[in-house]
């Protein structure tokens, strides 16, 4: 199974930026959708972007859209958010995952796909 690590969380305040990234282990990232998600204390997890294995599409959550937006590097097997615009309620543990399928093989829209293979997280918090 991929291994994920998240990075670039941290505290800021209301209207200002970050990027997150995601380092996945493995010679085959390229193949996989990638998709980031975020918890907040006593919510659900819920689906923020995604992106296709070669990164021409991707997919965001309505509350994100326009503020944030995903990329991918393959040659550094390397998955980013940009996150502009932040608010309070931007705040929680935001987490990268991968399809545990190569991408192509089923169809489903990217916020659909059965991401099996999880990171740990990285925390954001937003003040107002």
């Known amino acids: 199974q991929v291994q994920l690590v998240e990075s670039g969380g941290g505290l800021v305040q209301a209207g200002d930026s970050l990027r997150l990234s995601c380092v996945a282990s493995?010679?085959?990232?390229?193949?996989?959708?990638m998709a980031w998600f975020r918890q907040a204390p006593g919510k659900e997890r819920e689906f923020v972007a995604g992106?296709?294995?070669?990164?021409?599409?991707?997919d965001y959550a309505s509350s994100v859209k326009g503020r944030f937006t995903v990329s991918r590097d393959n040659a550094e097997n390397t998955v980013y958010l940009q996150m502009n615009s932040l608010k309070p309620e931007d705040t929680a543990v935001y987490y990268c995952?991968?399809?545990?399928?190569?991408?192509?093989?089923?169809?489903?829209?990217?916020?659909?796909?059965?991401?099996?293979?999880w990171g740990r997280g990285t925390q954001v918090t937003v003040s107002s």
């Open positions: 995952a991968t399809d545990k399928k190569p991408y192509g093989t089923y169809q489903a829209e990217l916020r659909d796909k059965e991401y099996a293979c």
């Open positions: 992106i296709t294995g070669s990164g021409r599409s991707t």
């Open positions: 493995g010679r085959t990232f390229h193949i996989y959708a």
